[in-house]
């Protein structure tokens, strides 16, 4: 596509108008929503093989796979479900569907990755940084393709694109209050290094998501 003709003012002056949002094709989300789930699903595989925890409806999951006979991606799907409404409400159809298709996506390899993978030792406070980095790696590109893992995500998307907040440090917030929530389940040490986690996860977002900064859609 051609660069747009320069403008020419009144005082001589060349004015070259800035390029509007480019539309990204049916290609270019699939392709970015498949990325996004191996991302997410090895970012939670990391958190949950160190046994530890994280924000939102995904930290929810995790924690209940402790109590619970239910797996990470049985738990994962059934919380977000109630989001549905209000992601269709709040953010559209195209935003719904390309959500709860990431969700599903996520759910299934997480559940699977120890068919492909295997972890003999992983670093408790490795798995928190690397985890959390995975996950706001694929969060990141969820959110440039107008898509989210469900939860807190919608709220946090609808705040910044709505009210300015931005997303990165509404989940901060968030994240480690359902984190430090987990001390009545899990020892002190656990809930530090989900912390750091959370931190991790929530500093990709907020350095890297700014509102005007990317122009597609």
């Not at 408790?124 to 989210?148: D, E």
């Not at 931190?199 to 977002?205: A, E, H, S």
Request: charged letters at 10%; one cysteine or more.
């Amino acid at each position: 596509m051609s660069a747009p003709a320069p403008l020419e003012t009144s005082d001589s002056i060349t004015v070259t108008p800035i390029p509007g949002p480019v539309r990204h094709s049916w290609f270019e989300d699939a392709q970015a929503l498949f990325t996004a789930a191996l991302f997410v699903s090895l970012g939670y595989g990391l958190l949950k093989q160190a046994h530890l925890l994280s924000g939102g409806t995904a930290g929810m999951a995790l924690l209940l796979t402790r109590l619970t006979p239910f797996s990470f991606g049985q738990l994962f799907v059934a919380l977000n479900l109630p989001f549905f409404w209000l992601a269709v409400r709040q953010m559209g159809w195209a935003f719904t569907v390309k959500t709860f298709l990431t969700i599903g996506a996520v759910s299934l390899a997480a559940d699977r990755l120890q068919l492909v993978m295997a972890f003999e030792r992983v670093e408790p406070l490795y798995a928190a940084v690397m985890g959390g980095s995975c996950i706001g790696i694929g969060l990141l590109i969820l959110f440039r393709h107008q898509a989210c893992l469900g939860g807190l995500n919608v709220l946090a998307i609808w705040l910044q694109e709505r009210r300015g907040v931005r997303a990165g440090v509404f989940q901060l917030v968030v994240d480690s209050l359902v984190v430090v929530a987990s001390l009545f389940v899990v020892p002190p040490t656990t809930v530090l290094l989900s912390v750091v986690g959370a931190v991790t996860l929530n500093m990709v977002l907020a350095v890297n998501h700014r509102p005007g900064r990317y122009l597609g859609t």
